[in-house]
């Protein structure tokens, strides 16, 4: 399960189409430039995401890194570090990213 935070509706396709089959999206979240609210309520959904273990990586765009900068993991993921969670990468790389960059590369 992957959460997407990307600048746009098509980069978030893009992201997607590289996962295939592989990886449930089951949060795609859009930055909005013009919006300083967007990056709160991305962070948000983020949060309750990773409490909830709705989510098990968030792959961040290059381009929307200052959204997750201050996103912390919740006590609850005590083993597994932010930097095996969140991912900053591109679409064309993502499936490799999660493959072996995610803890779940750890549990293959």
Known sequence: RVAIVAPSQ?????F???LG????????LIVSEQEESST??????LNELLNDFGADVVLVAPACTEVVVSLELPSSWSSIKLEE???ETKPVGALAA?????WLARRS
């Open 10 to 14: 098509s980069v978030v396709e893009r």
């Open 16 to 18: 997607e189409k590289a």
């Open 21 to 28: 089959t592989y990886a449930d999206v089951v949060a795609p």
């Open 40 to 45: 709160t309520s991305i962070q948000t959904k």
């Open 85 to 87: 969670v969140v991912l």
């Open 98 to 102: 999660v493959r072996t960059q995610s």
